[in-house]
């Protein structure tokens, strides 16, 4: 059977999460990447890690890089142009079924996992607990650098999978769409400082508050079952019947509220992708402090 006929014929597989056994099944099949993520100052770096084990056939994912290097915004959205040949450099063509891991903490796995949707690539899935579950399993895995032969990748960006600081101004009085950051509590507060320098602390006005580690097993790393996923937006005060826009620090961690909106069957949400790192900026917007 055919990797696209064991999709088509397996309704789990609508959900944008694959299993570690799934994965070591079709890891022929697939192109594996590996999107680990680390704040800057945190070593060893996240591309070294993935040299220390990746998932044998893996690539390197750099979010730093397969992003708009102009902007003076971390890892902003490069335009269509450049994401399909960063993607085709990584050995991805537009035939390929993707399935993104980061290192088990959910950074940054979903916000590759985004960037493909919104670049067009419907062929893409996430795995539930990332290198971490597999390592735990025993699961094989490689190290070293690796030298993909190149791909075609053709992207074609949809604006509505983003949102803007713009759109995000109008919104404050239209109140259209939902917002919910995926910050913990102390920062969407302001109880604490932001750990990038120049910033303001707190949130904006009118957003809810449900941090993305609550969405996740710690110690699995696993994905919490979906009963519970609603139950958090639900405390966190968000209706999944109305439009949602989810923003973080940087516009990582996002996506995994992101995710969680997709498993539920939400669709039509998107991601502000300058999240606080330009909201947050002295000369920026109205913010709020407190709870939401």
């Known amino acids: 059977m055919s990797l696209m006929m064991d999709i088509a014929m397996n309704p789990t597989l609508d959900d944008p999460l694959v299993s570690t056994e799934w994965l070591a099944a079709h890891l022929g099949e697939v192109k594996a990447i590996d999107a680990s993520f680390k704040m800057p100052g945190v070593l060893p770096l996240a591309v070294d890690d993935f040299y220390a084990a990746h998932i044998p056939g893996a690539v ?26 960063d993607v085709g450099a990584l050995g ?3 035939k390929d079924t993707v399935v993104v891991y980061d290192n088990g903490g959910w950074l940054a796995g979903p916000r590759a996992w985004w960037m493909f ?8 899935r996430v795995l539930d607990g990332g290198l971490k579950k597999w390592r735990a399993e ?23 999978f983003v949102r803007d600081k713009a759109q995000l101004v109008s919104n404050l009085s239209s109140c259209r769409e939902q917002l919910v950051d995926a910050r913990a509590a102390a920062r969407f507060t302001g109880a604490v400082m932001e750990p990038r320098q120049g910033l303001r602390s707190g949130h904006i006005p009118g957003s809810r508050n449900l941090s993305y580690a609550e969405l996740f097993d710690p110690g699995t790393g696993v994905m919490k079952p979906l009963d519970d996923i609603r139950a958090a937006f639900s405390r966190a005060g968000v ?30 949400s998107a991601l502000y992708d300058g999240s606080w790192s330009e909201w947050g900026l002295v000369e920026g917007p109205p913010i709020a402090t407190g709870p939401a």
Request: hydrophobic share 40%; net charge negative.
């Open 60 to 85: 390197f994912f750099d979010v730093d890089a397969v992003s708009d290097r102009a902007s003076p915004l971390p890892h902003m959205y490069p335009d269509a142009a450049q994401f399909g040949r």
């Open 92 to 94: 991805i063509s537009s």
């Open 117 to 124: 949707l919104s670049f067009g690539h419907a062929g893409v």
């Open 138 to 160: 025993g699961r094989p895995v490689e190290s070293g650098k690796v030298s993909p032969e190149p791909g075609h990748f053709t992207a074609t960006f949809d604006p509505l």
């Open 239 to 268: 209706d999944l019947a109305k439009p949602v826009v989810t923003t973080c620090g940087s516009g990582v961690s996002a996506a995994v509220l992101t995710l969680a909106l997709y498993r539920l069957g939400a669709r039509g």
